[in-house]
């Protein structure tokens, strides 16, 4: 692995709308904007890398020289092996680091790049326009980059690539058990990734957005049913997960292709792609907790292998499930959404 994997955002937007974004990127961690540092205030404790020698990050536009007390680096467009052979040269005169461009071909250059630059701890930073991109660039030849430039102003786009670096987590909390009851039969959903999800790993499910529910994964089998650690049992159709944008979808809209957000108890977040959904009607049990001021429920089928993750980390069936059991979940203020995206200053009531 590489010795460090930033994502540094190169905002598009105007004067007055980096003014909102700079506290959202912080709070989402970006520690580097691609940008002139006269454009960001001077109290943020986001760095900058930009042809400026007020930048943290100095990219020369001539030959290498030393600026004192920056990182120096340049930029090159990659067009042929020849340029790959110009980036190593030059990179061995003091370079710090390197942004590269990649035109249409983009994995087998940055391959030869990575080969060649690894040894000489020269960073080599890479220009990406979609998270899809952004994700490729991470895991070529299993190394990856040390850190991709992100073309984007929008803060779900943003949160939806630094889940590739594995760094994006969430605050999970303990939450007590109120009420359990048995509902009838009802359609749930079986979510069957195409990853292997390790203990005390599963995805966030609820019945309301702000209130979810860590549903553990079936790496855990039983005397009657062998683990399925790929599989998680997630919920009645109704229900939201969070996905790795940040915005919601329901269970019923969770389908081969799509990707989910898996999460383990501290809240450590990665994606997964959902290799295919199975919904089949079966008996199925509302369980409500309450963590702080918040209430939220979910429904799930009622069967031995559904578990929700206790704060010590132990698993609990919610056939076992109990009032005054305490199990982990993310909750938050309620907020309106709009087709699964939060819209803050809506007034909204679930129940």
């Known amino acids: 692995m590489s010795k460090?994997?930033?994502?540094?955002?190169?905002?598009?937007?105007?004067?007055?709308?980096?003014?909102?974004?700079?506290?959202?990127?912080?709070?989402?961690?970006?520690?580097?904007?691609?940008?002139?540092?006269?454009?960001?205030?001077?109290?943020?404790?986001?760095?900058?890398?930009?042809?400026?020698?007020?930048?943290?990050?100095?990219?020369?536009?001539?030959?290498?020289?030393?600026?004192?007390?920056?990182?120096?680096?340049?930029?090159?467009?990659?067009?042929?092996?020849?340029?790959?052979?110009?980036?190593?040269?030059?990179?061995?005169?003091?370079?710090?680091?390197?942004?590269?461009?990649?035109?249409?071909?983009?994995?087998?250059?940055?391959e030869n790049i990575i080969a060649k630059l690894h040894k000489i701890n020269t960073k080599i930073f890479a220009i990406a326009k979609t998270p899809e991109e952004v994700r490729k660039m991470f895991s070529i030849l299993e190394v990856g980059v040390d850190g991709v430039i992100f073309n984007s102003s929008s803060i779900n786009e943003v949160r939806e690539a630094t889940v590739y670096l594995g760094t994006r987590s969430f605050d999970m909390k303990p939450a007590k058990i109120i009420d359990i009851k048995e509902v009838g039969d009802g359609e749930r959903v079986?979510?069957?990734?195409?990853?292997?999800?390790?203990?005390?790993?599963?995805?966030?499910?609820?019945s309301r957005s702000n209130f979810l529910f860590?549903?553990?994964?079936?790496?855990?089998?039983?005397?009657?049913?062998?683990?399925?650690?790929?599989?998680?049992?997630?919920?009645?159709?109704?229900?939201?997960?969070?996905?790795?944008?940040?915005?919601?979808?329901?269970?019923?809209e969770v389908e081969t292709g799509k990707e989910v957000l898996i999460l383990n108890s501290k809240?450590?977040?990665?994606?997964?792609?959902?290799?295919?959904?199975?919904?089949?009607?079966?008996?199925?049990?509302?369980?409500?907790?309450?963590?702080?001021?918040?209430?939220?429920?979910?429904?799930?089928?009622?069967?031995?292998t559904i578990r929700f993750v206790k704060p010590n980390g132990q698993l609990v069936s919610v056939t076992h499930l109990k009032k005054g059991d305490t199990v982990m979940v993310h909750s938050k203020p309620a907020t309106g959404r709009h087709f699964g995206m939060e819209v803050s200053d809506e007034y909204i009531l679930e129940k």
């Not at 790959?84 to 940055?110: H, Q, T």
């Not at 079986?190 to 609820?206: F, N, P, R, W």
């Open 4 to 110: 460090s994997r930033e994502l540094i955002i190169a905002p598009k937007c105007s004067q007055a709308q980096l003014v909102k974004l700079l506290p959202q990127l912080e709070e989402e961690g970006i520690k580097t904007l691609y940008i002139d540092p006269k454009k960001i205030n001077k109290k943020t404790k986001i760095q900058t890398i930009y042809p400026s020698n007020n930048a943290n990050y100095v990219v020369l536009e001539k030959e290498p020289k030393k600026v004192k007390g920056k990182k120096i680096g340049k930029k090159f467009q990659v067009l042929s092996n020849t340029d790959i052979e110009d980036i190593l040269n030059i990179a061995k005169k003091g370079l710090d680091f390197v942004i590269v461009e990649v035109k249409d071909w983009k994995i087998i250059p940055l």
């Open 267 to 304: 809240g450590k977040a990665r994606r997964a792609t959902v290799g295919r959904s199975k919904i089949e009607r079966r008996p199925m049990l509302m369980i409500k907790a309450k963590a702080g001021n918040e209430i939220g429920g979910i429904i799930a089928q009622d069967a031995e």
């Open 190 to 206: 079986c979510v069957d990734t195409a990853s292997i999800l390790h203990k005390g790993e599963g995805m966030l499910i609820g």
């Open 214 to 252: 860590l549903v553990h994964n079936e790496s855990v089998g039983s005397s009657f049913t062998s683990p399925r650690p790929f599989r998680v049992n997630a919920g009645a159709v109704h229900c939201y997960t969070l996905s790795p944008d940040g915005t919601t979808n329901y269970l019923s």
